[in-house]
């Protein structure tokens, strides 16, 4: 493959990375057992590298800095993009290349005292790590199965709910929720250098992505640990190193799904002669196994995955993990899955509705957000509570929420509300209401308004049977994958 190729546009390695991507799926697709030997010079190809710092440069993370103090924004300023991205290039090449130990930040667990650990790579790194990305992961999307969603293309939350739901409503009663304990922290580096090893044969890009998950981290108090296991939660090639460990338990699902139980006549074998049928509906680490039996088949199916996953050095949270029946209902991705008995008639339907910690938690945001203090003016205000609840809002539209974005809607005006009333203590009620809300109850600085999440449409989510990715032939486009 010629990877020689002057500094292009953005518009052209855009391009160029989409088409080499697009035959790297296809040549792993094809040949399941192929290593690939030379994708060294793909990492190091400067349209692969100007596609990666125009990732890190546009992602939210570039305001933070690594342990050098640099961000994208200061390098972009002080250096330039292609002088930048030239040093790491001669430098990877040459092998100077050494990843630096990642920032720590500790950031609270939502609704626990608990804290989870981010590691902030330096900008560098970044950008190598997103080259790296760009080259490995085509290649190992074509080995995920359908039954894993999070941190993979054009996949999302929803897809993951929409096969739970179907399922559930299709006599999968019984459900397996399951919690891995440090899964980001624990994975054990031999077991997953061994699965990245049989897709890739290239020394060169093996000894970087060793190098990464060996960098080591530096904590807030100013010392330096290593790694010796894990992938810290922060860095851009992690989600993808993260799914390549626990595609271990899809292939156990898999096997035993086509094995056993791929068609409608082997399942209603096993049924007949009480053996269970089951799938696994899996989000980075978050998954769910729902069982087509008894009680005892999910709690024998709770051991079985405890043995797949410890070959990669990883285990079950014993408190987090538990076998619900669908009546009983369960919590995954924010989402409240459970069934009841449908008003005015007898069936009973499988809904889902924004669960009651998700609630909790935009709540407390938005409680945070309308602090007295926590806002210059009611323009600022506005701004950040209306970006807020459209998101949350976006998110929650595909179940049962109407009644929740009312209450949510309400309980922020009330908020605002007082916000404005504090800041205005000499204003009566008619004063507000003229001054604020138009004379009306829709409160508006004159410009921007009050965002109200009654408003958003609620809708069935229309499940995909079949997911493309971005290198698919039939719905490729040389374009910016989204």
């Known amino acids: 493959m010629n990877t020689g190729a002057p500094w292009p546009s953005l518009d052209e390695a855009w391009r160029r990375v989409l088409e080499i991507q697009t035959k790297l799926h296809r040549w792993a697709g094809e040949d399941g057992s192929r290593r690939f030997d030379d994708l060294f010079n793909l990492v190091t190809d400067p349209a692969f590298l100007m596609v990666a710092w125009d990732r890190v440069r546009s992602n939210t993370g570039s305001r933070s800095a690594g342990v050098d103090g640099l961000t994208a924004h200061h390098l972009q300023v002080l250096v330039g993009a292609e002088p930048f991205v030239g040093m790491i290039r001669e430098a990877v090449r040459s092998g100077r290349f050494r990843p630096l130990p990642v920032r720590e930040r500790l950031i609270p667990k939502p609704g626990s005292l608990k804290k989870r650990r981010l590691g902030i790579p330096t900008?560098?790194?970044?950008?190598?790590?997103a080259s790296l990305k760009l080259v490995l992961e085509p290649i190992f999307e074509a080995d995920f199965h359908p039954c894993s969603?999070?941190?993979?293309?054009?996949?999302?939350a929803q897809d993951a709910i929409a096969d739970i739901h179907l399922l559930t409503s299709k006599s999968y009663e019984w459900i397996?929720?399951?919690d891995i304990e440090a899964c980001f922290d624990s994975i054990d580096h031999v077991a997953l250098m061994a699965r990245?090893?049989?897709?890739?044969?290239?020394?060169?890009?093996?000894?970087?992505?060793?190098?990464?998950?060996?960098?080591?981290?530096l904590t807030e108090a100013g010392s330096r640990e290593e790694t010796h296991t894990g992938t810290p939660q922060g860095g851009i090639l992690s989600p993808l190193l993260a799914n390549i460990a626990l595609s271990v338990?899809?292939?156990?699902?898999?096997?035993?799904?086509?094995?056993?139980?791929?068609?409608?006549?082997l399942r209603a074998k096993r049924r007949r002669h009480g053996q269970p049928n089951w799938r696994l509906v899996r989000y980075a680490d978050d998954f769910v196994i729902l069982v087509h039996g008894e009680r005892r088949d999910a709690e024998q199916l709770r051991d079985e995955v405890a043995v797949v996953i410890a070959g990669m050095g990883l285990r079950l949270s014993p408190p987090k993990t538990m076998v619900v029946h669908i009546d009983e209902g369960f919590d995954f991705l924010g989402f409240r899955i459970q069934r009841h008995r449908?008003?005015?008639?007898?069936?009973?339907?499988?809904?889902?509705y924004p669960s009651?910690?998700?609630?909790?938690?935009?709540?407390d945001k938005v409680r945070a957000l309308t602090h007295s203090s926590?806002?210059?003016?009611?323009t600022a205000l506005l701004e950040r509570v209306n970006g807020v609840l459209r998101g949350w809002s976006n998110y929650f539209k595909h179940s049962v929420s109407k009644r929740t974005f009312s209450y949510l809607g309400a309980f922020t005006w009330r908020r605002t509300a007082i916000w404005i009333r504090k800041r205005h203590k000499g204003l009566t009620w008619k004063h507000l209401r003229r001054r604020f809300m138009a004379g009306g109850w829709t409160i508006t600085d004159g410009q921007l308004t009050l965002f109200n999440p009654a408003s958003v449409t609620v809708s069935r989510y229309r499940r995909r049977s079949v997911i493309p990715n971005p290198w698919t032939p039939p719905t490729r486009r040389l374009t910016q994958p989204t």
């Open 123 to 129: 900008v560098a790194d970044r950008v190598v790590q």
């Open 149 to 156: 969603f999070g941190f993979r293309p054009r996949r999302r």
């Open 176 to 178: 397996l929720e399951a």
């Open 196 to 217: 990245v090893r049989r897709r890739v044969g290239d020394k060169r890009v093996l000894s970087l992505v060793k190098a990464f998950l060996k960098a080591g981290i």
């Open 249 to 265: 338990l899809d292939d156990f699902a898999q096997h035993a799904w086509q094995t056993v139980m791929s068609t409608k006549g």
């Open 342 to 352: 449908k008003r005015g008639t007898g069936r009973r339907c499988v809904y889902t």
């Open 356 to 363: 009651k910690k998700a609630v909790t938690a935009i709540k």
């Open 374 to 378: 926590a806002q210059a003016d009611l």
